[in-house]
C-alpha cells in the first residue's frame, strides 16, 4: 500500500492537551513517530462544534455501518480519544506504545470481519467524528444484561453535542436492548451514563500500566 504523508493530527482542542503528529502513516503498522505539546499547531481561535442532526432531518450527519475504506481514520481517531482519555495528566512512553499498536487499521479491519462484533460510525461531510463498537456475544455475569458495547469513542471537537447518545439509540434500534459497558471511574463518561438513565450493576478491576483501573458496569435500557 501507498505510504500516506498525513500532517499535524491533534489529540485534543485544549491547548496545553499533546497532540499526534504523524509524518508518515503505512496502513499496515500505523508508526507513531513523534509527540509535541498542541499549543504549538492548534489556531488561536478555538475549534467551534459542528451541529449533529440526523441526515434525515435535512442535515448531512449520518450513522452506518463502518467499512474498510473508514479503517484508517478509526485508527486516528481511537488513538487520539484513548490518549484523550487516559493520558490527561501525562503521556508516557508506555500509552504511546499501547495506543499505536492497539488502534491500527488492521485491528479495525479484523472486527469488520468477525460476524459477533458490530461497527458503528457518525460520519458528516466525509469526516469521522465517533464510532460505537459491539461485542453481541459478550455478557456481563448473565444474558440477562445484554451484549457488551465495548467502545463508544467520540473525537473532542464533538463531544457534547448529542452524538453519543445519537449512537446509542442507533445501537438499540438495531440490535435491542438491554446492552451493557464498564467505564474508568474517573471518566466523565460516567455523567453520560447517568444521564441517560443507566443502571451501575457492579463494579470492574484489572491491571494495567503498573496501576489498578476501577471500572464502573452499567446496564443500558433505552
Not at 478555538?46 to 478509526?74: F, G, M
Not at 445484554?146 to 449512537?167: N, S, T
Not at 457492579?202 to 483501573?213: Q, W
Request: with cysteine; hydrophobic share 40%.
Amino acid at each position: 500500500m501507498n505510504i500516506i504523508t498525513l500532517v499535524g493530527l491533534l489529540l485534543a482542542v485544549d491547548v496545553l492537551q499533546p497532540v499526534i503528529l504523524f509524518e508518515t502513516f503505512n496502513p499496515l503498522t500505523t508508526n507513531l513517530l513523534l509527540i509535541v505539546p498542541s499549543a504549538l499547531l492548534l489556531p488561536k481561535e478555538p475549534l467551534k462544534r459542528q451541529p449533529l442532526v440526523n441526515k434525515n432531518n435535512k442535515h448531512n450527519y449520518e450513522i452506518r455501518q463502518a467499512k474498510t475504506q473508514d479503517c484508517q481514520s478509526l485508527a486516528l481517531l481511537a488513538a487520539r480519544v484513548w490518549l484523550d482519555t487516559y493520558a490527561r495528566d501525562q503521556v508516557k512512553p508506555e500509552y504511546i506504545e499501547y495506543a499505536n499498536n492497539t488502534f491500527t487499521p488492521t485491528y479495525f479491519q479484523s472486527l469488520l470481519e468477525q460476524p459477533d462484533y458490530q461497527l458503528l460510525v457518525s460520519e458528516c461531510d466525509g469526516v469521522l467524528q465517533g464510532f460505537v463498537l459491539l461485542n453481541l456475544t459478550a455478557h456481563y455475569q448473565t444474558a440477562d444484561n445484554g451484549y457488551e458495547v465495548e467502545k463508544l469513542y467520540i473525537d473532542r471537537p464533538f463531544q457534547g453535542a448529542g452524538l453519543g447518545r445519537a449512537l446509542l439509540n442507533q445501537v438499540a434500534r438495531q440490535f435491542g436492548t438491554p446492552m451493557w459497558l464498564y467505564t474508568w471511574t474517573e471518566n466523565a463518561a460516567n455523567q453520560f451514563y447517568r444521564r441517560l438513565g443507566a443502571q451501575q450493576i457492579g463494579t470492574l478491576s484489572f491491571e494495567a500500566f503498573g496501576s489498578t483501573i476501577n471500572n464502573n458496569v452499567y446496564k443500558i435500557s433505552l
